[in-house]
């Protein structure tokens, strides 16, 4: 059972453009809500997280939109540079663990 | 050192064999887990450990699976008569504390297991 949908699977923006990702979630007892940037040959590396009780995080050029009640969150990434190339995770969790549900993941391109 | 460590970096084996993966966790994180990353997925949930204890091994595949960690710091996930549904990258991670909601979780640059 996918518990975490991420969409779309690869983008390919323009220097300078706006990327956004798309994840939900069917799990209602998750209270947090990480994304990750993955770079080839290397380990996921956190960028941003959220909790529930907040509908927006903003951290430099990456904000994290929550919508509790459609259970779906979103990555976006403004004036996408080059360097912002990457494979990028949601993910979700609950309880102390943190054992992390992650998304599918999207492949992002930006064009020079 | 100042992050997860993993060793191999890369592993090839054949159908069949047994195979130890070792994570060097960052010194004094508590927390321990892995996960495995088929090509072009996301990370999935193996097992966990909190200091020596593994509290939660229910993403372990198959019995073929084992992982340890005897003394709270390294761990080992020990793959045996490996199959081809095997390969994947396998990815530690360590985080400082169980109880802080906002301790990031800090992962290794995996070991990346070819079965042939």
């Known amino acids: 059972q996918q518990q975490v949908k991420q969409s779309p699977q690869s983008l390919i923006v323009q220097k300078g453009g706006i990327s956004i990702i798309n994840c939900a979630y069917e799990n209602t007892a998750f209270d947090y809500f990480p994304w990750y940037q993955q770079f080839p040959g290397k380990g996921p590396a956190l960028l941003i997280a959220i909790r529930p009780d907040v509908s927006e995080k903003k951290e430099g050029r990456f904000t994290i939109s929550f919508n509790k009640s459609a259970k779906q969150f979103s990555l976006h990434i403004m004036d996408s540079q080059p360097g912002d190339s990457a494979t990028y995770f949601c993910a979700a969790s609950r309880g102390s663990a943190r054992q992390l549900t992650f998304g599918s993941g999207t492949q992002l391109t930006v064009l020079p | 050192g100042a992050g997860v460590s993993q060793s191999p970096r890369y592993k090839v084996a054949k159908r069949g064999q047994d195979v130890a993966l070792r994570c060097d966790p960052i010194?004094?994180?508590?927390?321990l887990f892995w996960y495995q990353q088929a090509l072009g997925q996301g990370p999935e949930f193996l097992t966990y450990?909190?200091?020596?204890?593994?509290?939660?091994k229910s993403g372990l595949p198959s019995d073929r699976f084992f992982a340890e960690r005897p003394e709270g710091s390294v761990s080992t996930l020990k793959i045996q008569r490996t199959q081809q549904e095997d390969s994947a990258v396998y990815l530690c991670?360590?985080?400082?504390?169980?109880?802080?909601?906002?301790?990031?979780?800090?992962f290794g640059n995996g070991t990346r297991l070819t079965v042939t």
């Open positions: 010194s004094g994180h508590v927390s």
């Open positions: 450990f909190q200091n020596e204890a593994q509290l939660d």
């Open positions: 991670a360590s985080r400082k504390l169980t109880s802080q909601t906002n301790s990031p979780l800090h």
